[in-house]
């Protein structure tokens, strides 16, 4: 696991249905096929920060990068590890 803190102490995302490892090295396939893996993670620092399990927490955005072209997609994921929407 990568930098437990920072990923609440998460494995995989879960999508809309669709589970998605948060591992830096592992290529993963899209619904669409298309290969795909994790490029960086940063805090929704436009929302307030809540007190979870005694820590204050802020969302997450999740980017992940296309391989087959230079194309970007993320996710936006609460405080909560709840899934809010695709950017």
């Known amino acids: 696991m990568i930098c437990g803190f920072l990923f609440k102490n998460m494995n995989t995302l ?3 249905g669709f589970k998605i ?3 830096h090295f592992d290529t993963q ?3 669409n096929g298309r290969p795909f893996r994790l490029s960086g ?7 307030p920060a809540v007190w979870v ?3 204050l927490m802020h969302g997450t955005y999740y980017h992940f990068r296309y391989l087959d072209k230079d194309e970007f997609f993320c996710f936006e994921f609460d405080p909560y590890n709840n899934f809010i929407s695709k950017i």
């Open 41 to 47: 993670v940063s805090h929704v620092l436009t929302k």
């Open 14 to 16: 879960l999508v809309q």
């Open 53 to 55: 399990d005694k820590m």
């Open 21 to 23: 490892d948060i591992n």
């Open 29 to 31: 396939i899209s619904k």
